[in-house]
C-alpha cells in the first residue's frame, strides 16, 4: 500500500508569493488535481469552460476553503502552522495505523494507493 502526503503549506506558500492571476491555477493544478476523480463524481471539473463559471476554486469556497485570492502575505503565519514536521509525521502515521485496523480484521482495502 502506497500513501502519499500533499503538503498543503508548500503549495499554499506557493501561491502565496504568485501574482493573483496564478493563483487559482496553482490551486487547481497542484492541491486540487490528485483528487480529479473525486470532483469528477460530483460534476465539479477542474478548471471551469467559461471564465468564473463554477469549478473546483469555487466549490471550495463554498465548502469554506480559504480562497486562492485570499492566500497572501498576511497569511503567511497561518501557513507556517501547518509546515511544522512532526505534523506531518503524524498525519502520516494516523492514516498508517487506520488502514492497518482494517488489514488487522482482515478487510480488504481494494485500493492500493492513497493521497
Do not use: H
Not at 460534476?43 to 463559471?53: M, Q, S, T, V
Not at 473546483?56 to 509546515?83: H, N, Q, W, Y
Request: hydrophobic share 40%.
Amino acid at each position: 500500500m502506497k500513501i502519499s502526503c500533499i503538503q498543503s503549506n508548500i503549495i499554499y506558500d506557493k501561491i502565496a508569493n504568485a501574482p493573483a492571476e496564478k493563483k487559482d491555477d496553482i490551486f487547481r493544478y497542484e492541491m486540487m488535481m490528485p483528487f480529479e476523480k473525486k470532483w469528477a463524481c460530483y460534476n465539479i471539473p477542474i478548471k471551469a469552460l467559461r471564465e468564473n463559471g463554477y469549478d473546483v476554486v469555487m466549490a471550495c469556497e463554498m465548502l469554506g476553503f480559504l480562497p486562492p485570492r485570499k492566500v497572501t502575505a498576511e497569511t503567511k503565519p497561518d501557513i507556517g502552522l501547518l509546515s511544522d514536521r512532526q505534523f506531518w509525521r503524524s498525519c502520516q502515521e494516523s492514516v498508517e495505523k487506520s488502514f492497518s485496523c482494517f488489514q488487522q480484521a482482515n478487510i480488504a482495502l481494494p485500493v492500493q494507493e492513497y493521497v
